[in-house]
């Protein structure tokens, strides 16, 4: 047995022997669990074996690990609950030994062998501490009068009062009983431990003694606001939130689909950063009492970026969202959208290559539904075709088509545009979004009277698109004559190919998608550990997860009679070799392009998986 294995064993039995003493389990049990894990490898976590065997509930780890949480080791809980692996956890023990005293949670974190909130996170549910979840913790002017900063400081933590009344104390490590021990005596009462973001300890502790401060001048403003859109553009970022607080005003940006935090700045900038906003999207800098919209062309690196601002007046003032449009010339080619070989040789034969009928793309809010519909219309696009959009706004321009971007403002309504489209003699039409009956009523009749419709629509997956329809009072007779296909898609950020490392699921993610450990046997997925490349996240850009059903006859006289969403979905299953979203990213969860963590974020699972061998028989996909 080599020194990993022996310290990994060491760490299995240290939680055992809480199980044992807590009477949950006998040392007959444990000899027995013992020996089936060393049958599977003996890299398999004891606690998940227990568990596995049902020796063990996950109710009587968590109450145990609660009862020993001053005497838990923090890697010994990482590993045996399978959030670490045993080669990391000796990597990190290595660096921890080199760094000369840091605490192994901050070597992890700071190490990127995982991200502080998934650190937090398992200490919070497994040990029961509360988990303050935000960047600016609340000052209790009292509490505070009778602890220095410096001691706050040398010690990691900061007090806080709960809305119960109880006393809190944040901390950086908490199972820093000698701070607990210390702040009980200098606060005159016993304070229940609590985890925080370091970030948000460090904030508060700095604020006590070095305030900071903004320039709010015109020419300050100017220049911040132009910082925070020069750096979302150069982050790739799709939006920007800046919002106000009750002290203070944050900023976040929407990357690769998720919001991170990337600035903090004092409340006393907030009116004027927003008045600096308004002036650059002509809305009306008197009015802060009503929501407005407007829009800006921002040069960065001789280009102009659109942008589209909402202002939404909150109680703390007005919130502003940025929405970062394409403007993009350059177009996805329809083989680089990410469906798979098969899913795609049917889209194209089978969809795209019928001279009429609607194509729905559905999804929600920023699904990459856009990008989608116009690598088809890229596709469709020739000399003897005649395409017209109606769109809010044009996203992409592309040469040879006639697109127009509606403008309310000026008459230029979707009613208005969609009246007069189809006197335009198109081949091809292409509504930017289904938004109501009169837009879906006039893609069913363009359709009946031979054209081919593309458009988009907000449902959940491609059944939910047919059975919105319906809602919408569209007979269903009239949906099945003219609905050729509906693509489901969704955006998923796809694994650092830089810093992507093998992870092989336990039996319990196993079972969150829907497979019985079982009979399915392991399944291997990949992760991204965090490297410069990607700056530390672990992922780098997108890649969309589809969901193609094409109506056949048994689907739509399915629609017809009405029947549930469950009902179509197993016929479609069935009868058209219909491959959900979740099945979807499993398929590509194996071939390394996202992680299991962004399925379960993303994916909706609303019925079993099949076999990943089946899948990438119907996916035409090779190992």
């Given at each position: ?148 900063p410096v001691w706050l400081e040398q010690n990691g933590c900061f007090p806080v009062r709960a809305e119960d009344g109880s006393l809190l104390l944040a901390l950086v490590d908490p199972l820093n009983t000698k ?445």
């Amino acid at each position: 047995m080599d020194m990993t294995q022996t310290a990994t064993t060491e760490a299995a039995l240290e939680i055992a022997g809480m199980l044992i003493d807590a009477g949950h389990l006998s040392r007959e049990q444990l000899e027995y669990a013992l020996r089936v894990r060393e049958k599977l490898g003996g890299r398999r976590p004891l606690a998940s074996v227990l568990q596995e065997l049902e020796l063990v509930t996950e109710d009587q780890l968590r109450a145990t690990l609660r009862a020993n949480r001053l005497n838990v080791r923090i890697g010994t809980l990482l590993l045996e609950l399978g959030v670490l692996s045993e080669t990391d956890l000796q990597a990190a023990i290595g660096l921890q030994q080199e760094s000369g005293g840091k605490k192994l949670g901050e070597v992890l974190v700071e190490n990127h062998f995982l991200t502080e909130d998934e650190l937090l996170n398992v200490l919070s549910v497994q040990l029961g501490f509360p988990y303050l979840q935000t960047d600016r913790l609340a000052r209790d002017p009292k509490l505070l009068a009778k602890v220095r900063p410096v001691w706050l400081e040398q010690n990691g933590c900061f007090p806080v009062r709960a809305e119960d009344g109880s006393l809190l104390l944040a901390l950086v490590d908490p199972l820093n009983t000698k701070a607990l021990a210390e702040a009980e005596r200098l606060l005159g009462e016993t304070p229940q431990p609590a985890l925080a973001r370091r970030f948000a300890i460090e904030t508060a502790i700095q604020a006590l003694t070095r305030p900071t401060t903004v320039d709010t001048s015109e020419s300050g403003m100017v220049a911040a606001v132009n910082d925070i859109l020069r750096k979302a553009i150069e982050c790739g970022a799709s939006d920007i939130h800046i919002e106000p607080m009750k002290e203070r005003l944050r900023v976040r940006m929407r990357i690769d689909g998720v919001l991170i935090q990337t600035l903090d700045l004092p409340v006393e900038s907030a009116r004027a950063l927003t008045s600096r906003l308004k002036i650059m999207a002509g809305a009306d800098i008197a009015e802060k009492r009503r929501h407005q919209d407007g829009r800006l062309l921002f040069e960065h690196d001789g280009a102009k970026i659109d942008m589209r601002v909402s202002l939404y007046s909150t109680i703390h003032g007005e919130k502003v969202v940025l929405r970062l449009l394409n403007n993009r010339s350059h177009l996805l080619d329809i083989h680089e959208l990410g469906m798979s070989p098969r899913v795609l040789e049917r889209f194209k034969n089978d969809v795209l290559d019928v001279p009429s009928g609607v194509v729905l793309v559905t999804g929600p809010t920023g699904s990459g539904k856009t990008t989608t519909l116009y690598g088809a219309i890229n596709y469709l696009n020739n000399i003897n075709t005649s395409i017209i959009t109606a769109e809010d706004p044009v996203e992409y321009v592309i040469p040879g088509i006639s697109q127009c971007s509606i403008n309310a403002k000026i008459g230029i309504t979707y009613e208005e545009t969609l009246r007069h489209i189809v006197r335009q003699d198109p081949d091809v039409i292409v509504i930017g979004e289904v938004r109501d009956r009169f837009s879906a009523d006039t893609a069913i009749q363009a359709a009946l009277t031979g054209h081919k419709v593309l458009t988009t629509f907000h449902t959940e997956d491609s059944i939910g698109g047919l059975l919105r329809l319906l809602h919408m009072d569209i007979e269903a007779f009239l949906i099945s004559s003219t609905v050729v296909s509906v693509i489901a898609q969704r955006l998923v950020r796809k694994v650092c190919p830089h810093c992507r490392e093998k992870h092989e699921l336990t039996p319990d993610e196993i079972r969150r998608l829907g497979y019985n450990p079982k009979d399915s046997g392991p399944l291997t997925f990949w992760r991204g550990t965090g490297c410069r490349m990607c700056r530390h996240l672990g992922y780098a850009g997108r890649v969309a997860i589809y969901e193609l059903l094409i109506l056949n006859e048994p689907v739509k006289e399915a629609l017809i009679q009405r029947r549930t969403s469950y009902e179509i979905r197993r016929i479609s299953v069935e009868s058209t070799g219909l491959v959900s979203l979740l099945e979807d990213g499993i398929s590509k969860a194996t071939l390394g392009l996202t992680s299991f963590d962004e399925i379960i974020r993303t994916l909706p699972r609303l019925a079993r998986p099949r076999p990943l061998t089946e899948l990438r028989r119907l996916q035409g996909v090779k190992e």
